[in-house]
């Protein structure tokens, strides 16, 4: 199986902070790589898929990078909605692996 | 409106069984694969099991294979998962997930909360 993992586990940012969220996943996906919003009680949202690919509807201060083993989110001015958890999921083979999230909480 | 609506949850005691369902309206979920991840209390997104488009390819997470069963009906618009001998660490918010094109999933149900608990 392939392993994904996130850093940080947690952080905290001020609105108007460039956050950035990395994912090392345990061998190669190319560019199969998800990333997932998830506040408490919601299911997870798209934000970005194939790495780089901003997901319809999704703001555009949202964006991916990376291919092979690291990737990246990045938020490029953090808004009061966008504190939430951020999960990678790698789409490469099965099973279907997430990372372990990262919490973005209010400094 | 685009909707996925998980129901069967529920409280079963340990060993026993539940059948979880996922309606969707909105959308037509017979030509993409689905699937169906869970998230126990306070703890990350896991990946339970697949089934592409016409039933052929189903792939499961070791933690559950040979107790669960995904299984769908294109004709009403429906995916299902049958969940035997059911353990405590099964208990979680279970998540119907549409998967789109570049293995993406886009659309995901509200979910359905199973209790495992004698």
């Known amino acids: 199986d392939i392993q994904m993992t996130q850093s940080p586990s947690a952080l905290s940012a001020s609105v108007g902070d460039r956050v950035t969220i990395t994912c090392r996943a345990s061998q190669s996906i190319s560019s199969y790589l998800n990333w997932y919003q998830q506040k408490p009680g919601k299911a997870p949202k798209l934000l970005i898929y194939?790495?780089?690919n901003l997901q319809s509807g999704v703001p555009s201060r949202f964006s991916g990078s990376g291919s092979g083993t690291d990737f990246t989110l990045t938020i490029s001015s953090l808004q009061a909605e966008d504190f939430a958890t951020y999960y990678c999921q790698q789409s490469y083979s099965i099973p279907r692996t997430f990372g372990q999230g990262t919490e973005v909480e209010i400094k | 409106e685009v909707q996925l609506v998980e129901s069967g949850g529920g409280l079963v005691q340990p060993g026993g069984s539940l059948r979880l369902s996922c309606a969707a309206s909105g959308i037509t979920l017979s030509s993409f694969s689905m699937n169906w991840v869970r998230q126990a209390p306070g703890k990350g997104l896991e990946w339970v099991s697949y089934?592409?488009?016409?039933?052929?390819?189903?792939y499961y997470a070791e933690s559950v294979k040979g107790r669960f069963t995904i299984s769908r009906d294109n004709a009403r618009n429906s995916l299902f998962l049958q969940m035997n001998s059911l353990r405590d660490e099964d208990a979680a918010v279970y998540y119907c997930?549409?998967?789109?094109?570049?293995?993406?999933?886009?659309?995901w149900g509200q979910g359905t909360l199973v209790t495992v608990s004698s």
């Open positions: 194939a790495a780089s």
């Open positions: 089934i592409s488009s016409s039933s052929t390819i189903i």
């Open positions: 997930a549409r998967e789109a094109t570049e293995n993406r999933i886009d659309y």
